[in-house]
């Protein structure tokens, strides 16, 4: 059987880096939310788009399945507050 060889670039799983650039992503979904008030279809485009990038990095194996749920629960918890938000401005 053939062995594989060892990658040739090492990635660390769960950096820092990686997870505050998937927060800044997760932020900006939120911000467009709110920029497109009553836009269901954007809004819901804007929050697979993030989904997706989570989906990727784990894919990839830049984050592990724990980081993903985690981020995966930022980001429902960050659509469910814009959208809370985007209500209550539509009701003020």
């Known amino acids: ?5 060892p990658p040739l670039i ?9 997870i505050e650039a998937t927060r800044k992503q997760i932020a900006n979904m939120a911000a467009a ?4 008030p009553g836009n269901l279809t ?3 485009g804007r929050v697979m788009h993030a989904s997706g990038y989570l989906s990727a990095l ?8 724990e980081t993903y749920t985690r981020l995966q629960s930022e980001l429902w918890q960050a659509r469910d507050a ?6 209550g ?4």
């Open 10 to 18: 090492q990635i660390e799983q769960d950096s820092p880096e990686v």
């Open 1 to 5: 059987m053939r062995k594989e060889p």
């Open 33 to 36: 939310i709110c920029e497109t």
């Open 42 to 44: 954007i809004q819901q």
């Open 82 to 87: 814009a959208w809370a938000e985007e209500d």
């Open 89 to 92: 401005a539509a009701q003020g």
């Open 58 to 65: 784990m894919l990839h194996e830049l984050i592990s399945r």
